[in-house]
Structure formats: structure tokens, C-alpha cells
């Protein structure tokens, strides 16, 4: 997997959790200490981003680091496996979409409740 698609599948992990949080772009650039220019170009995969601003992240977010690397194969590639197979294989994008939401507020809530 090239590395510009690595940044587009953080970047769209980065933009699900911060809508589903309900925060705007300004309010996670606040908290990380970035323009909210630079948290769209992390979220369009336009810039790579430093390990130490998607950990920042991952605080601000209230999310596990590894939340950002969720559906990626240790080789790089997209996850082909379980869930992430099953929604491959639904044609409709906006349910498929729907349903990644949905899988998503279930797992934040699943890790808030872990933490505490």
C-alpha cells in the first residue's frame, strides 16, 4: 500500500471521529495546536501526519492511538477481513457509510466505557 493511502486512511479515521465527537474543525485544531487548514489537509490524507500530532489527537479525541490504524493489514493494505469485508460487499455507499458510522459510535462508546 503506498504511503499516500495510508494518509487518506488515517486522514478519513481522523475526519469520522471528529464528526461523530460533533466537534468542528476549529475546535480540534484548538486543542491540538494546528490551524484548522492543516487538521483538513490531515483529514483529505493531503499531509502526512507526525506521530506526536496523531497522538495529541488520539488525547483530544479520547481515542486509543491505534483507533487511527484501525482497518489496515500489518503489510500495509486494507483489511480484508470480518467486517470490513462484509461492508466492501454492500453496493450502496451510503448505507455502507451508514453502517461504518455506526460500527464507529458503537466502538467510542465501547472504548469510553472501558476507560472509565
Known amino acids: 500500500m503506498s504511503e499516500n493511502l495510508v494518509n487518506l486512511h488515517i486522514g478519513e479515521r481522523i475526519a469520522q471521529a471528529r464528526r461523530l465527537r460533533g466537534w468542528s474543525?476549529?475546535?480540534v485544531a484548538r486543542e491540538v495546536g494546528v490551524t484548522y487548514q492543516q487538521i483538513r489537509k490531515y483529514e483529505l490524507g493531503q499531509n502526512r501526519i507526525a506521530a506526536s500530532t496523531l497522538y495529541q489527537l488520539a488525547k483530544v479525541l479520547q481515542l486509543d492511538p491505534g483507533?487511527?490504524?484501525?482497518?489496515?493489514?500489518?503489510?500495509?493494505?486494507?483489511?480484508a477481513d470480518g467486517f470490513d469485508a462484509a461492508l466492501q460487499r454492500i453496493n450502496d455507499p451510503l448505507v455502507r457509510q451508514r453502517m461504518a458510522d455506526l460500527a464507529e459510535v458503537l466502538q467510542l462508546r465501547s472504548d469510553a466505557s472501558l476507560k472509565g
Open 25 to 27: 474543525l476549529q475546535a
Open 67 to 79: 483507533y487511527f490504524f484501525h482497518g489496515l493489514s500489518a503489510s500495509g493494505g486494507e483489511s
